[in-house]
T-cell receptor, first 114, second 108 residues
Framework: GAVVSQHPSRVICKSGTSVKIECRSL??????MFWYRQFPKQSLMLMAT?????????EQGVEKDKFLINHASLTLSTLTVTSAHPEDSSFYIC??????????FGEGSWLTVV | LAKTTQPISMDSYEGQEVNITCSHN???????ITWYQQFPSQGPRFIIQ???TKVTNEVASLFIPADRKSSTLSLPRVSLSDTAVYYC?????????FGAGTTVTVRA
């Protein structure tokens, strides 16, 4: 099946710094990708829709200046958490549309801000 | 997006069949029903998708009655490795909204 890969799988950064997470579709092109965050023992929360070649669409309550999304190619979307704080520590997951109506998810990336 | 309701948790034993029912009373005509499985610290994994009647693949079956207001995911002969959270999603685009999911615990 379609494969979506994220990198890094785990990252620790200092408070106030920025960190970038990559999401790649390995065997298909994805004009649209999605970014979610998930806190422990909670469900996934959609943060934004990443559109290739155009600006991302953010869900209500998500700060677009803090969570920068770039979708520069048909196989890569990046999420940059700027000026990270401990409350940004979470599990970040991306997804992309594969064949038909199926959405495939990446492995997820753990961000810990210390 | 159609709202879904699932049981919060279910317990089972190895070798048994597990059936998880999801209610989606306001499903739209062009909505699909999709189920995902998620293990801790991993992204959701696609299990099965259907529109109506019955769909079966190598890991599960999906039963959808004629009114499509509910659906049942059937996992045959579960093993300990099937312990996970299972999400039912309903929609017709790719912006998925996750509910709380059902935590299935399989015991030896």
């Amino acid at each position: 099946g379609a494969v979506v890969s994220q990198h890094p799988s785990r990252v620790i950064c200092k408070s106030g710094t920025s960190v970038k997470i990559e999401c790649r579709s390995l065997d298909f092109q994805a004009t649209t990708m999605f970014w979610y965050r998930q806190f422990p023992k909670q469900s996934l929360m959609l943060m934004a829709t990443s559109n290739e070649g155009s600006k991302a669409t953010y869900e209500q309550g998500v700060e677009k200046d803090k969570f920068l999304i770039n979708h520069a190619s048909l196989t890569l979307s990046t999420l940059t958490v700027t000026s990270a704080h401990p409350e940004d520590s979470s599990f970040y997951i991306c997804s992309a549309q594969g064949a038909g109506n199926t959405i495939y998810f990446g492995e997820g990336s753990w961000l810990t801000v210390v | 997006l159609a709202k879904t309701t699932q049981p919060i948790s279910m317990d089972s034993y190895e070798g048994q069949e597990v059936n998880i029912t999801c209610s989606h009373n306001n499903i739209a005509t062009n909505d699909y029903i999709t189920w995902y499985q998620q293990f801790p610290s991993q992204g959701p994994r696609f299990i099965i998708q259907g529109y109506k009647t019955k769909v079966t693949n190598e890991v599960a079956s999906l039963f959808i009655p004629a009114d499509r207001k509910s659906s049942t995911l059937s996992l045959p002969r579960v093993s300990l490795s099937d312990t996970a959270v299972y999400y039912c999603l309903v929609g017709n685009d790719y912006k998925l909204s996750f509910g709380a999911g059902t935590t299935v615990t399989v015991r030896a």
